[in-house]
C-alpha cells in the first residue's frame, strides 16, 4: 500500500508531470510553482501525496478560508487506480479540515470530466445545483 505524506514544495516537479497526464485536470498559470508554494505554505499540513518506489501516485490540494473547505487537483496515476489511493488522499485530507475546525468542503468537477463526476459519486459527494460559478481574471 502507497504511503501518505504532506505534499511539500519539493515535490513539484512531479506533481506537474502527473497532473499534465490526468485525463480531465486542467492545469493553468495557477499551478506555477510559486503559486502552488504559496498555497501550500497558506493551508499548512492540508494536502498529501501517495508514493511507490519514490515516485509519486496520487495527490490532493486542499485547503480553507476559515469557514468552508475546497479540494483540488485530486488525481492518482492510472496505472495506480484501483488502490483506493483516491479515497485515502481525500479521507487524510478532510480529517485536517476537520482538525481546523471546517465543517463543510466544497470541489469543482469540469461538465466533460466523466471520470472525476463518477469518482466523486462513488466516494459519496453530492452533485450541487441551483448556482453558477464565476471566474475572472485579476
Not at 12 to 27: D, F, M, P, T
Not at 44 to 71: A, P, W
Amino acid at each position: 500500500m502507497s504511503p501518505i505524506r504532506e505534499m511539500t514544495i519539493n515535490d513539484y516537479e512531479q506533481l506537474i508531470e502527473l497532473w499534465s497526464r490526468i485525463q480531465g485536470l486542467v492545469l493553468s498559470e495557477s499551478d506555477s510553482k510559486e503559486n502552488i508554494k504559496l498555497y501550500l505554505t497558506r493551508n499548512l499540513g492540508m494536502s498529501f501525496v501517495t508514493e511507490q518506489d519514490g515516485r509519486i501516485t496520487g495527490t490532493i490540494l486542499c485547503g480553507h478560508d476559515g469557514r468552508r473547505g475546497y479540494i483540488y487537483h485530486v488525481a492518482v496515476d492510472p496505472e495506480s487506480r484501483g488502490q483506493k489511493l483516491g479515497e485515502r488522499l481525500v479521507r487524510a485530507s478532510l480529517g485536517r479540515l476537520r482538525q481546523e475546525g471546517i465543517e463543510k468542503c466544497h470541489l469543482f468537477v469540469l461538465d466533460d470530466n466523466e471520470i472525476g463526476r463518477r469518482f466523486w459519486h462513488a466516494v459519496g459527494w453530492e452533485k450541487r445545483s441551483g448556482f453558477c460559478v464565476f471566474s475572472r481574471d485579476v
